[in-house]
């Protein structure tokens, strides 16, 4: 046995289904330097663009299109991604969106401009997941995938922190440009990273979860749902979370910069700082969790966090109240980070479609995070800041009700 650890939590994985050091620190550093390409530039876009006159309920009309454009494309990708032979492409096509992303906003601010450079942030979003999820099973196969994953998000999140902190202190020291610069960088690194991981290391057949070189056309995103009731359990519950979830972060930062009690780059940045510093420890836990009580308790702590930020919003603003809520919302995402791809990885094992069923899940999840910041910015228009975060964070105690109700069905997993 060979002992690992990351801060003060240890765990243990047998030599015989730990992968070699040539795979794994490459995947370790994609990891790392991909954070940029899911947030991308997007916790920064509010603030840019209402510092250059733009309304709250434009901004998220906006970042409602580009989300509404990666959560159509999220289904197909993953389909793709479970019958390539080649998963690495689709990290190397998602970094390329990315500097495109960072690239178009910075030239121009119109609304059209603004919302395409939203899509393509969007479709690399899109992708990412579903790749290296589908790169980290073809390497650990399903034995190594919770142990392997967990790093995977402990890495993620510390790149999460340390791409914030640096956008914040160069977002202050020379503007939008180096924020919007770095993640270019952080894209571009990404890529190398991808393509340091040998091709022959991934095990196609293992990155989609099949036991059996199955070719059979994959079902669409409906049929995998339905097959698998437990997935549509997950996949709604996550949809209710994340249409009260996604527009907290941006619309107090806005709420803060609004009332100037903050700086736009700094502010934004200290609250990514905050929530990812708390989840590279808390999807540790979540892996050793799991490991012991199965993915659905950890599923249900982390909705559990949502309603309790939405109060603590409404009575506290300015920049002293990040530090608690971004510890609660560090901590419910933390648990997510690991749980849901982990819980779909175990219920699809064997069929060959892992990929497609991560992708279907994350669609309907991003039916409610796309609607999410129109939604919140136009009632934050329309009767303040304070009441819009208690609605948003009402949406919690739905998802608690539901994974509740269909307990018997999403326990075993």
Request: aromatic content about 10%; some cysteine; overall charge positive.
């Amino acid at each position: 046995m060979r002992v690992d650890s990351i801060g003060s939590i240890k765990f243990s994985v047998s030599m015989t289904s730990r992968p070699s050091t040539s795979r794994i620190w490459p995947l370790y550093a994609l990891n790392f330097f991909m954070a940029d390409m899911q947030s991308g530039i997007g916790p920064f876009v509010g603030v840019f663009l209402q510092e250059r006159g733009w309304a709250s309920g434009l901004i998220g009309t906006a970042m409602t299109i580009g989300n509404v454009a990666g959560m159509l494309i999220t289904t197909p990708i993953g389909g793709i991604i479970d019958s390539s032979r080649n998963k690495r492409l689709w990290v190397v096509i998602p970094g390329i969106c990315v500097v495109a992303a960072s690239a178009i906003i910075l030239i121009s601010q119109n609304f059209w401009a603004v919302t395409f450079s939203q899509v393509a942030q969007s479709l690399a979003s899109a992708a990412i997941m579903p790749a290296v999820m589908g790169i980290t099973l073809g390497i650990a196969k399903q034995k190594g995938f919770n142990a392997l994953n967990g790093r995977n998000q402990a890495f993620n999140h510390a790149g999460n922190m340390v791409g914030a902190a640096l956008s914040g202190y160069l977002g202050y020291k020379f503007g939008y440009v180096a924020v919007f610069a770095l993640a270019a960088v952080f894209g571009a690194i990404a890529i190398a990273c991808v393509l340091m991981i040998p091709a022959k290391a991934i095990d196609d057949r293992a990155a989609r979860g099949s036991k059996e070189d199955d070719s059979k056309a994959p079902p669409d995103a409906m049929t995998m749902l339905l097959r698998h009731k437990a997935l549509l359990v997950l996949a709604l519950a996550l949809a209710l979370f994340h249409l009260g979830n996604a527009a907290i972060v941006p619309l107090y930062g806005l709420a803060a910069v609004a009332e100037g009690q903050a700086n736009g780059p700094s502010f934004v940045a200290t609250t990514v700082v905050i929530a990812q510093g708390v989840m590279i420890v808390t999807s540790l836990i979540a892996m050793k969790a799991a490991s012991k009580r199965n993915y659905w308790p950890v599923i249900l702590v982390s909705f559990m966090f949502l309603p309790i930020r939405g109060v603590l919003a409404f009575f506290v603003t300015g920049w002293w109240g990040v530090v608690p809520m971004q510890v609660l919302d560090g901590i419910g995402t933390g648990l997510q980070t690991v749980a849901v791809p982990g819980m779909v990885a175990r219920s699809l094992n064997g069929t060959g479609r892992v990929n497609l069923g991560q992708g279907a899940v994350i669609t309907v999840q991003g039916v409610g995070a796309s609607l999410s910041p129109a939604l919140g910015g136009w009632i934050a228009q329309w009767i303040g800041y304070g009441p819009t975060f208690l609605l948003l964070g009402g949406f919690g105690l739905a998802s608690i009700a539901l994974w509740l109700a269909f307990g018997a069905t999403v326990k075993k997993y």
